[in-house]
């Protein structure tokens, strides 16, 4: 990723939590998401890599759920929030600052890479899965929460499913219309792609 994204994504840093499906404050999208990420998940403490993982409301909601979870974004400002998020929650999730695409993570040391709206932003997103599904354990699991936005951006399900499908044997999709999750109807294709092995 370049320069010019990180800048850009330290500039949403401060209102971007103001969007119901990112900051998660609504008690009933977080509990939507939770319950979502629950039927996918392994069992707790599962190790969760969260790329991408913006100001971590997805990494907190798992390390609440006793989950074991790295963030890693490419925004300073954003890790910052999810640091700050994190410590008044009293959960004991970590995060660093570093490009997602090229997490500085342990290879085959994950139950689980999560990523939820980053595929679609990726230079290179061959190149990332690769390495992605590196950091798996042989059990490891694939969670990807992707889109195809009404604005022109995103990716769609059927080519986020054949990306994964160069990497691993498995991709299941499931579309994601329901409004809970989004703070109200949607109108475009949303959708998470669970590869098992």
Known sequence: MTEASREYWDSQASTFDAEVDH???DRN?????RDLLMEVLPPAPATVADLGCGTGSLSILLAEAGYAVRGVDLSYRMVAAAVEKAAAASVPAEFAQADASQPPLERGSYDVVLARHVVWALPDPDAAMARWVALLRPTGRLIL???????????????????VLRHRA????????EPLLWGGPIDDERYLVVSTH
């Open 145 to 163: 929460v992707e889109g195809s936005w009404s604005t022109g951006a995103g990716l769609t399900a059927v080519d986020c499913e054949a990306l």
């Open 170 to 177: 498995s991709a299941t999709v499931r579309h994601l219309p």
């Open 29 to 33: 999208v977080r509990a939507a998401w």
């Open 23 to 25: 900051g998660l404050r």
